[in-house]
């Protein structure tokens, strides 16, 4: 009797305790912004993320907005000059509680990007970006921006870094890729931003890849950085890379190692699956 008294008291403070709210981790999409329990992420026109923040945590009076302004890609043709891209299109191809997946396409005078991003209830967000010439083209230089806002990005864990607190520089190039994985979480005590680089990405692998991470103008700029890139006619040149955009409450550095730990083995775990 005392056993089934303590079964029934256990469903009944389970029962009691979702009903208070625990937060069920499903998507929902409206006007281009996911959400997922308290975190909002936005996509800008050409499928690449524009911005994501987390609702007010009781802590701030505001919700804090994770980028300085969207994530964008450069093709430089010479050191002035650069493709100018144009959004064809923006289209959500399915939608449910586990899953969103769009598609978009941009194209310029030489060049089509056709961007696919997957977004999990687990929180994780998977892009393929394929780039495919329309004409011959070199491409003196290749670079994807994150740009931060300078208040998110405290601390920096990843690229070979032991410290907790974001160095003013943190360099990683290809030569580093069998020892030192392109993955980096940048953050503060609430919110962050999970990034892991594929192998698949040949054009970081190839052309002398590298990553560089410092303070430019008002943002704080995560640099994916490319060059000497020769596309002919039928060429793709595929970057695939997994986000996770993360919201903690826990404090700071004492638990930067676990939670970078947890989002390298979902990455790898989604990596592995369509």
């Known amino acids: 009797m005392r056993t089934l008294a303590f079964i029934i008291s256990l469903l009944l403070y389970t029962s009691k305790t979702f009903a208070q709210g625990i937060p069920s981790r499903q998507l929902s999409l409206e006007d281009k912004v996911i959400s997922l329990n308290n975190i909002r992420f936005e996509l800008n026109a050409d499928g690449l993320p524009k911005q994501s923040n987390i609702e007010n ?67 994780l967000i998977k892009y393929r970006i ?22 998110v990005a405290r601390y920096l864990k990843g690229l070979g870094q032991d410290s907790y607190m974001r160095p003013d520089t943190v360099r990683w190039n290809q030569a580093s890729w069998e020892n030192i994985e392109p993955t980096v979480w940048i953050g503060n005590d609430s919110l962050g931003l999970y990034l892991g680089i594929k192998e698949s990405s040949k054009w970081l692998k190839n052309n002398g890849g590298s990553i560089q991470i410092n303070v430019k103008g008002s943002s704080m700029l995560a640099d994916v950085y490319a060059s000497n890139i020769t596309l002919n006619q039928g060429d793709i040149l595929d970057f695939d890379f997994n986000l996770i955009v993360t919201a903690q409450t826990s404090k700071g550095q004492y638990s930067i190692a676990k939670r970078f730990k947890k989002y390298k083995k979902l990455d790898k775990k989604a990596s592995n699956k369509n």
């Open 130 to 151: 394929s780039l495919l010439p329309t004409n011959n083209i070199h491409l003196a230089a290749v670079n994807f921006h994150i740009p931060f806002e300078k208040s």
């Open 57 to 123: 945590d009781g802590r701030n009076d505001q919700p804090q907005h994770l980028l300085y302004e969207p994530m964008h890609f450069h093709f430089y043709t010479s050191a002035k000059a650069q493709e100018k891209m144009t959004v064809l299109n923006l289209d959500v191809v399915s939608q449910n509680r586990d899953s969103i997946v769009w598609k978009a396409t941009s194209t310029s005078a030489n060049l089509k990007m056709n961007v696919y991003g997957k977004m999990l209830s687990s929180g």
